[in-house]
């Protein structure tokens, strides 16, 4: 369906996919969150960039987070587009640094984190257990089923160190894909 470049074609549900059609000039890629970064564009069109322990807070998010403007930014990735009808073919890029989730946190400096020691390791014990690592796009389906295929138990291991772990929202979410799938 893509050609690569985190624009979706062809249309429809996308418009303005950057394609030229008649009497129309090419568009400029826009960011995937429109009430942050201003697109123009549909934001089901936007390939989405995770750092790897997203995946599983994407799953388990329940409207809470650091800061309003964390929350409200991971209501529009989580409510807009992944839990959308057509959020199964959501492409997400594994980055290794801060990613669209992180873009208006509190605890965010730059690229890094200033708890970069234990997002470090909730990454690299997510990357392990998804079979995921940065430069590597899937499509969040493709993310539901590999986190439908973790062992029971596997979030007390992969989450160890997560202030959120405690509230077993995530355990919630992935008893329920894993009942659904």
Not at 149 to 168: D, H, K, V
Request: aromatic share 4%.
């Amino acid at each position: 369906m893509g050609n690569g470049d985190g624009l979706c074609a062809p249309p429809p549900p996308c418009r303005g996919n950057g394609r030229q059609g008649r009497g129309s000039a090419p568009r400029a890629p826009q960011r995937a969150h429109p009430e942050i970064f201003g697109s123009r564009r549909s934001p089901m069109c936007e390939r989405l960039k995770f750092r790897p322990h997203h995946f599983l807070c994407s799953l388990g998010f329940e409207g809470k987070g650091y800061s309003e403007g964390f929350t409200a930014n991971m209501s529009a990735i989580v409510g807009g587009r992944l839990r959308r009808p057509d959020g199964e073919d959501v492409k997400i890029e594994v980055v290794a640094a801060a990613d669209d989730i992180c873009a208006p946190c509190p605890s965010r400096r730059g690229a890094l984190c200033v708890a970069q020691d234990r997002i470090a390791r909730l990454d690299a014990a997510h990357a392990r257990a998804l079979e995921v690592a940065p430069g590597d796009v899937l499509r969040w389906g493709e993310a539901l089923d590999r986190m439908a295929a973790l062992p029971a138990g596997a979030l007390n291991e992969i989450c160890s160190g997560c202030q959120w772990l405690a509230g077993g929202m995530c355990a919630k979410a992935l008893d329920r894909l894993k009942a659904d799938r």
